[in-house]
C-alpha cells in the first residue's frame, strides 16, 4: 500500500519525536487520531436532482482541549488529508499554547461548481451531519481552503436552529455582524508577517533588499504580501491555482488583488482612477514559481507541493509554510542540506487559530475586543512561540521544524503524562 499523507505526517512526528527525545508513549498516543466521522453530505441542486458529496470531520487530540480546525472545500479532500492536517491543528495549538486540541474537517466537493445557493445548501447540509460530533466545548470548526466568514455564518445559523441556543462560539472565523472577532480576517497572513519581522531583526535583513514569492493568494497569501509590501518587501512573484506572474521590480500587491477580485485573474493592472495601465511582467507556472530565485519563498496554497523531486532546485534562503503541509517529509532533509531556512507552518500559520481562539474567548464572554487588543495579544503570543523556537535553534542547533515539534511535544507530553506513565503503572 502506498504511503498517505498522513503516514507522512507521522513519520515526521516520530523522526523528530525521537531526536528530541520525546517517549514512545507520546508519539504513540500522537500516532492516532481520537474519531474520525465519514458523512455523505446531501445537497438539493439547483436543477432538482439531489447530491451526495463525501464528508469528513477528524477530531485529532483533546488532550489540551477541545479539538479546533477548519473545515476545507475542495474536489481533493480526503480522509488520509483531513487526519493529517488535523494531527498539525493538534501540534500547531501546543506551539502557540492555546488551550486547544487539534481538528480538521472538509468536503470533497468544487465548490467553484456550486451557485450560490448550493454552496448555502451544502455548508448547512455539512452542519446538519456533523451536529452531534461538533459544539463550543467539544469540536470548533473554523474557515480553510475555499471557505470563508459567510460560510461560517451559514454553519452557525444551522448549530442554532438544530441546539435552538444562540451558540457562536461553535464556529470561528465568522462575520463581524455575527459574532466574529475584529482582526481574525488577516490573522493568518498577519502572524506569517510576525515571523518574518522576527526573522528580519535576527538576521538582519533589509525588506528593500528582499525578493519575496508567494505561491497562493487566497487569505493569508494576500494578506501576508500586503502586509509585507507595506514594509517595502520587493514581492515579485504571485500566484493563483491558474498560474503566476512575475516582475523583477516588485509588484504593486493590492493592485494585482483588486484585479483579482474585479477580474477573476492575476495581472499586473494598475489602476488610477478609471485609467488602467497593464505593467511589463512575465508569467509563470505554480511549479516555475517555487524555483525561482527570491529570498523568501512563501507557499500559501496546498500541500505536499515541495517534494524530493523539486526541493534541490529550490533556491530561496527562507520557506514560510503558510499552506498546512507544503513541504513532504523526504524534501526536509534536501532542504536543510542546502542551508534553506524552514519556518514550519505550525508556527507560520498559527495565527489564525490564534484570533480564532480570541474569538472563542469573546464569545464565551460577551465581551468584544478593539482590533488593538487582538492585534496586540497576536502579536504577543506570535513573539513568544518564535523566540521559544529560535532559542532551541540557536542553543540547540535544531532547524526550526524540529525546534517547534520539540515545543509542541513537550507540552503534549506534560499533559499526556501526567495521566500517568509505565512507570506509575509498574509501581516503579
Ligand atoms: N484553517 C486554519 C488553520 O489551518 C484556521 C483554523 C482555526 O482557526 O481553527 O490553521
Known amino acids: 500500500m502506498s504511503s498517505t499523507v498522513f503516514d507522512d505526517a507521522v513519520n515526521r512526528l516520530s523522526r523528530i519525536g525521537e531526536q528530541t527525545g520525546c517517549s514512545k508513549l507520546v508519539i504513540d498516543a500522537l500516532s492516532h487520531a481520537n474519531a474520525m466521522l465519514k458523512v455523505h453530505v446531501e445537497v438539493r441542486m439547483d436543477d432538482g ?33 483531513v487526519q493529517a492536517l488535523a494531527l498539525w491543528m493538534t501540534l500547531k495549538c501546543a506551539v502557540v499554547d492555546i488551550p486547544f486540541g487539534g481538528a ?19 455548508s448547512r447540509s455539512y452542519v446538519r451531519a456533523m451536529a ?12 480553510d481552503v475555499y471557505t470563508n466568514a459567510r ?27 455575527l459574532g466574529g472577532s475584529l482582526g481574525r480576517d488577516d490573522a493568518t497572513g498577519r502572524g506569517a508577517y510576525l515571523c518574518i519581522k522576527a526573522l528580519e531583526q ?12 508567494v505561491q497562493g493568494f487566497g487569505n493569508g497569501g494576500y494578506h501576508v504580501a500586503r502586509l509585507l509590501a507595506n514594509d517595502g518587501y520587493k514581492v515579485v512573484a504571485i500566484s493563483d491555482s491558474q498560474g503566476g506572474i512575475y516582475r523583477q521590480q516588485g509588484l504593486d ?21 478609471s485609467v488602467c495601465e497593464t505593467v511589463d511582467h512575465d508569467t509563470l507556472s505554480n511549479s516555475e514559481l517555487l524555483t525561482k530565485d527570491v ?40 532542504l536543510k542540506d542546502k542551508g534553506v531556512i524552514v519556518i514550519p507552518d505550525i508556527l507560520a500559520n498559527a495565527g489564525g487559530v490564534t484570533v480564532s481562539y480570541f474569538e472563542w474567548v469573546q464569545n464565551r464572554t460577551g465581551y468584544r475586543w478593539s482590533k488593538t487588543k487582538v492585534r496586540e495579544e497576536l502579536k ?41 506513565t509505565p512507570d506509575y503503572f509498574n509501581g516503579a
Open 253 to 273: 500587491v493590492k493592485s494585482v488583488y483588486q484585479q483579482k477580485q474585479d477580474h477573476k485573474e492575476l495581472k499586473a493592472v494598475y489602476c488610477d482612477g
Open 49 to 81: 436532482h439531489t447530491r451526495y458529496f463525501p464528508g469528513y470531520r477528524c477530531q485529532h487530540n483533546n488532550i489540551l482541549g477541545p479539538t479546533k480546525g477548519g473545515i476545507r472545500f475542495h474536489p481533493d479532500v480526503g480522509a488520509q488529508e
Open 151 to 177: 460560510i461560517m455564518g451559514w454553519m452557525m445559523d444551522e448549530y442554532e436552529k438544530i441546539t435552538r441556543v444562540k451558540n457562536p462560539a461553535v464556529i470561528t472565523g465568522k462575520p463581524i455582524a
Open 380 to 420: 504577543e503570543v506570535m513573539s513568544n512561540a518564535f523566540k521559544r523556537a529560535n532559542t532551541l535553534v540557536q542553543e540547540k542547533g535544531l532547524d526550526f521544524r524540529d525546534a517547534v515539534y520539540a515545543v509542541a511535544l513537550e507540552r503534549l507530553s506534560n499533559a499526556i503524562e501526567a495521566h500517568g
Open 104 to 122: 480538521k474537517g472538509g468536503v470533497s466537493v468544487d465548490p467553484k461548481a456550486l451557485s450560490p445557493m448550493e454552496l448555502e445548501r451544502l
Open 295 to 334: 529570498d523568501i519563498l512563501i507557499p500559501a496554497a496546498l500541500d505536499s507541493v515541495i517534494t524530493c523531486d523539486n526541493a534541490s532546485d529550490i533556491q530561496a534562503r527562507y520557506i514560510v509554510e503558510i499552506a498546512n503541509g507544503p513541504i513532504t517529509s523526504d524534501a526536509d532533509a534536501v
Open 202 to 213: 535576527r538576521d538582519c535583513l533589509t525588506p528593500e533588499e528582499t525578493t519575496v514569492a
Open 132 to 143: 452531534d460530533f461538533i459544539g463550543p466545548e467539544r469540536d470548533i470548526p473554523a474557515p
